[in-house]
């Protein structure tokens, strides 16, 4: 292997004139290959060059056999090895060498010049290993195995590889700062001053003193203390007319620790800290600062967004200032630890943090931590981050499990505050008794919730609301997850907006769904599972005792599709308020119209509805932070309102006729106008519109959108866009938002969803050539096919480019004899068309698009949908079965089949989860069952307890006649199992179990 050239990165920790650390960056030049064995042997060829952060997973897309199962998004798992070469600098020669991990998933075994250094479990925890007896001079082989094999390992995606960044640290060799074992609190804080409290414990026997020094925002020296060279102790300073961390001022100092020797510094650590006071109380909730501070929150997993796991910081700052310009004030970190750049990023924004370690203590994915690794590994991956993150002044509360059960809670609690007795300790509604704070999760969102009697701790729901909504896609009529009523459920109501449904479009059509899950939701805030946003912000905002809410989630995420959204094609969950691609939907701007104050106003929906009844009335709402909104239609106003506190005022409604047009809404403030949004009709797309952001350090954004000839943004967008990336750039994601769609999100080719898309791109090389084939691919209510390419450089500017666009229409390639474009063209009601751009003379851009009935988004009759399905029914068919076909001979069953066992004995199993709490349940199984000999009797058995055992009724028909027995239960609250099981006899014909 060739030895790399790094680039060394020296921090420099003691003065400007004495080096006491260097940190030696290690995210280029690496080579990755996956290998089919599981054996512990590296492979000798099949290498490729990668960047570090690195996830293998997400490169390779959603497939529908991949190991991750339903679970997480159909990805991949495996196994993959990772090399990189490097020489070191002179300046480590004779120095204590680290080497640094913030996260690699899953079992990763480190290998330095074929020194084995050690495996952790744990795939979001960081480590460390000390390689300075393995170094040589000359080039140093870092190797790293990391094994994914067993599936799936958690409940929603999980990355595949070395996904955040690596480092070598050297230091002195005879004495060294342990930067986990440096804890700085700040006890107490008046306006006068604040003291500053810090313990500090080091290695090494060299060192007579510590130098310990207090740096304000802007570097200048506030507070000094020299302490003994102890191997453990502690010290005070005071800090005059402290400035104090907040969300709205999130003011940093730092502490520098120097370890002297005779006057020499040996080493030294500069620990960025705030200085805030924070409080939990049972009847005024919390404190921070001594003001009482709603939590504003969302859940959010480490792959929630674009870039799967794999996060550059200027990204992830890029993910978390779209949440705090939301107004979010708070994330939980579900339902792991996110890398150390999180909450460095955190701290510097003012983002709070509910800081979470583990999903499950014991088993909840068939092979994850909870079933592995905890109980050997729990307390060690505890321990470690809790010291490495109690620093950050973002955090200020644990949380050691979500929707999980045992008595080792207590013990968990026994740690968190052995190491941090300045925070207190909560979960996701697990082991509950032993908290100091009492996490709700969706049980918080329920009627009866706030009708029992609450444990006398501070509250915080850790996870509600649940609402689940789709860019740019509305429906007039509730849904809910669980139907309504439901008693078990106890749901709020959110009334319908109009007695009938009035939007015509959907995701697929209903004879081409696997089951009924397989739906998009509306972004009306009324698609729903007990309690809506509006509603739920009412009760946080209200209720004195009710400290904040943290939603269910702030960003899409990849993973559980099968039980939220029923299945292949589906890959993705769609509880943010942002989507998968960083597009806010509407439940954005409601958010935004509660929590910020600069002025704001949106409408929705938009104002383009193909195949819309003229004259129908529409709900049209506006969110808004003014005083009061006017809304204008095709210049006529109808009239102005003023938001309200109430759930059902907080937006403003107006019932407006469907004609093609405009709708504008109008803020004013003290009769002022300060903000205003419109929504324009739009035709059939002819262009594609180019936004640009960078986010510095080498990376940008490109927003692509469809858009009709007069420039008006076209919705319903779903036409293919391509591009071709010069020299010197890399595409990170290509990503549209789309919940089921299956290409790869790293690709240099994605179809447009609700008309946008968005590339994300590293590097500032040659430009990037953008193009598409654009018309509506239904020919809904045009035939007409325009074709736009663009070259834009990487700082955004679009260049004048005269490109010779050459085109046909019966599937064959263009060359330079085809027709060339000059001017939008009609093509028939089914074809492909294929383009080629050339620039002087070369081609640059191949396209291709298809237009027919078949294609994109189904439309049809309003009236022809089911109102308000439930979609809590688990299909037989998509579950794990043995012994049994997939039938779909007959009638009357649901989904696309059901399990026919054919005389033979067998079993299926579902898998369900209980986001409410636990309790009794009734178990309804729809079933056939025709035999006139046997009586082909049932175990049941949920969560490992036979609940039922015996034969189920008769039905007159194998295939045509399905009834529904029920059986009583006890489900618990998070992961659920229910196997149904022949006892003797086969089983009869299973279409379906539902919970009730």
Known sequence: MKPISLTLILTIFLSFLVQARETFQLDDHWTFAPVESVTGKAPSEGFRPVQIPHDWSWEAGPQKGGAQADKGGYRIGGVGWYRCGFTLPDSFSKQRVVIQFDGVYRNATVFLNGHELGTRPYGFISFEYEVTPFLVDGENLLEVRVDCSKEPSTRWYHPCGIYAPVRLEASHPG?????????????????????????????????????????????????????????????????????????????????????????????????????????????????????????????????????????????????????????????????????????????????????????????????????????????????????????????????VGNETGGPVAKQLVEVCHQLDPTRPVTSGHSGSNFMDVYGVNGHSESQKFFKEKRPDKPFVATEAPHTWQVRGFYKSKTWYRDGFPNKRQQPFETPDLTEDEIFSNAFLAPDDMANGKQIFNSSYDNGLVRINARQNWEKMRDLPWYSGHFRWTGFDYPGEAGYVHGGWPFHSFAGGALDLGGFEKDLYYFYQSQWTSKPMVHILPHWTHPGMKLETQVPVHVYSNA?????????????????????????????????????????????????????????????????????????????LSSVDEKGHFYPYGENLIFTSSGSGVRVLSFENGHLADTDKPVAANRRAFMGKARLFLEGEGEPTTVGAILGERRQLTSEQVAIDVLRVEPTGEVLESSFAIHYTLDGSQPTTASPRYHAPFPVPSSCVVKAVAYLDGEPVLKMEESFGSDFGLHWYDASEVANNQSATALQAESAKFSQAKVSSYGKGFNGKGYLDFGGREGKVEFYQENDGPAGRAILEIRYALADPKRTRPVDVIVNGKTVSSRAFPRTKSWSNDWITIEIPCEIRNGANTILLKSKGQSAPNIDQIEFR
């Open 175 to 399: 004495a060294r700062l342990v930067e986990d074992e440096v804890f700085i609190t700040t006890p107490e804080i008046t306006p006068e001053f604040a003291i500053v409290n810090l313990a500090l414990e080091r290695t090494g026997e060299v060192g007579d003193s510590c130098l310990i020094e207090i740096l304000d925002d802007s570097g200048a020296l506030v507070a000094t203390n020299e302490a003994s060279g102890a191997l453990k102790f502690s010290t005070s300073l005071r800090v005059k007319n402290p400035s104090l961390w907040s969300p709205d001022s999130p003011t940093l100092y730092t502490a520098r620790v120097s370890l002297l020797d005779d006057g020499k510094k040996l080493d030294e650590l500069e620990i960025p800290f705030g200085i805030r006071s924070i409080r939990w109380d049972a009847a005024t909730g919390f404190h921070l600062n001594g003001e009482v501070t709603k939590l504003k929150g969302v859940c959010e997993h480490l792959t929630g967004g674009p870039v799967g796991g794999a996060w550059p910081e200027p990204l992830l700052e890029w993910k978390l200032r779209l949440l705090k310009t939301m107004g979010c004030n708070a994330i939980r970190t579900a339902h792991n630890p996110q890398i150390p750049a999180f909450y460095d990023l955190c701290d510097r924004l003012g983002i709070l943090v509910m800081n979470e370690a583990f999903d499950g203590w014991k088993r909840k994915a068939p092979q994850d931590y909870g079933a592995l690794d905890f109980d050997k590994w729990w307390r060690e991956d505890l321990s470690a981050f809790i010291r490495r993150d109690r620093n950050h002044p973002c955090v200020v509360v644990w949380s």
């Open 627 to 703: 005083d009061e909104i006017e809304l204008f239609h095709n210049g006529q106003s109808l009239g102005a309102q003023k938001p309200g506190l109430k759930w059902d005022e907080m937006q403003c409604e107006w019932m407006v006729p469907w004609i093609p047009g405009e709708l504008i809404a109008v803020a004013r403030n003290a009769g002022r106008e300060v903000a205003r949004h419109e929504h324009h009709t739009s035709g059939a797309p002819r262009a594609l519109q180019i936004e640009h952001e960078s986010l510095g350090k080498g990376f940008h954004i490109l927003t």
